[in-house]
T-cell receptor
Framework: DVKVTQSSRYLVKRTGEKVFLECVQDMDHENMFWYRQDPGLGLRLIYFSYDVKMKEKGDIPEGYSVSREKKERFSLILESASTNQTSMYLC??????????????FGNGTRLTVT | DAKTTQPTSMDCAEGRAANLPCNHSTISGNEYVYWYRQIHSQGPQYIIHGLKNNETNEMASLIITEDRKSSTLILPHATLRDTAVYYCIVSGGGTSYGKLTFGQGTILTVHP
């Protein structure tokens, strides 16, 4: 089974802090994704990476950056945390689809609270 | 990616089949239908996906209409642990980094 591991289940940070959310997958997947999930808004894509050192903005990249130095690890960075970034953050990975659909595999999420 | 429409909520009795519908009338030829579910406080879990043929795995069956404009996820013998939010998503299979856009999903409640 694919395992996607997020480093923290719960995190509390102060406004203005730089925050790192780490995600590691063990299936050699090229594609990795960061979503945030908020009540009433569903899952929204922040950034994704289709290979090492590659990154693409998703639907809501403002206030975030990412790093993909190794294939198995995809980090989400909040440059200066704000209270409106309080949310559940979900990491996912996927093989490149090619001509066949392939599913996303999710971690269990990091619930971040910014005070 | 094509947009999907799902009922906001559904109920099902334990042991009965749960049939969750999804409309995706603007689906294009190379787009797959994916189903995920999310149990409270966990990450979404992949269930099944298909292009145009019906699919079955150990968790569920996926029935896609011939015109591909709608589909139904079938949980053949629902249990209380199947209570979750179920997401139907349509996404292209041809790109190497196709992203999946999640809507609001269907809240399925399985009751004793």
């Amino acid at each position: 089974d694919v395992k996607v591991t997020q480093s923290s289940r719960y995190l509390v940070k102060r406004t203005g802090e730089k925050v790192f959310l780490e995600c590691v997958q063990d299936m050699d997947h090229e594609n990795m994704f960061w979503y945030r999930q908020d009540p009433g808004l569903g899952l929204r894509l922040i950034y994704f990476s289709y290979d090492v050192k590659m990154k693409e903005k998703g639907d809501i990249p403002e206030g975030y950056s990412v790093s993909r130095e190794k294939k198995e690890r995809f980090s989400l960075i909040l440059e200066s945390a704000s209270t409106n970034q309080t949310s559940m953050y979900l990491c996912a990975s996927r093989k490149p689809t090619g001509n066949q659909g392939t599913p996303l595999h999710f971690g269990n999420g990091t619930r971040l609270t910014v005070t | 990616d094509a947009k999907t429409t799902q009922p906001t909520s559904m109920d099902c009795a334990e042991g009965r089949a749960a049939n969750l519908p999804c409309n995706h009338s603007t689906i294009s030829g190379n787009e797959y239908v994916y189903w995920y579910r999310q149990i409270h406080s966990q990450g979404p879990q992949y269930i099944i996906h298909g292009l145009k043929n019906n699919e079955t795995n150990e968790m569920a069956s996926l029935i896609i209409t011939e015109d591909r404009k709608s589909s139904t996820l079938i949980l053949p013998h629902a249990t209380l642990r199947d209570t979750a939010v179920y997401y139907c998503i349509v996404s292209g299979g041809g790109t190497s980094y196709g992203k999946l856009t999640f809507g609001q999903g269907t809240i399925l409640t399985v009751h004793p």
